[in-house]
């Protein structure tokens, strides 16, 4: 059973940093990558950042670029987001997900097949 547990989420204060984790397991393949999403009530969900779990080619959401930054460590099956400069518009569920790279890189949300609860991240002004 493929599983995504996300932590590190809560309330923090604007200008403050936070980061997050996603534990995956019982994922067999070893191209697989990984993408934190994020929705807010009454929002349509945004694709914030990605990384390939083989080599380690990430990419980030204009939203986020020069403050969030995500990174991993593969022995672990580990990702993190770390994210500074919080502003209260990134208060939202964070959600990571992940699948083979193949998918990750499909621009379609859809595509991606196994998916975190969700960790709530408010940022407060």
């Known amino acids: 059973e493929v599983q995504l547990v996300e932590s590190g989420g809560g309330l923090v204060q604007a200008g403050g940093s936070m980061r997050l984790s996603c534990g995956i397991s019982g994922f067999t393949f070893d191209d697989y990558g990984v993408v934190w999403f994020r929705q807010a009530p009454g929002k349509e969900r945004e694709r914030v950042s990605q990384i390939s779990m083989a080599d380690g080619r990430s990419s980030h959401a204009d939203s986020v670029k020069g403050r969030f930054t995500i990174s991993s460590n593969v022995a672990k099956d580990t990702v993190y987001l770390q994210m500074n400069k919080l502003k209260p518009e990134d208060t939202a569920v964070y959600y990571c997900?992940?699948?083979?790279?193949?998918?990750?890189?499909?621009?379609?949300?859809?595509?991606?097949?196994?998916w975190g609860q969700g960790i709530q991240v408010t940022v407060s002004t």
């Open positions: 997900a992940a699948d083979l790279w193949g998918r990750i890189r499909n621009p379609y949300a859809s595509e991606i097949r196994y």
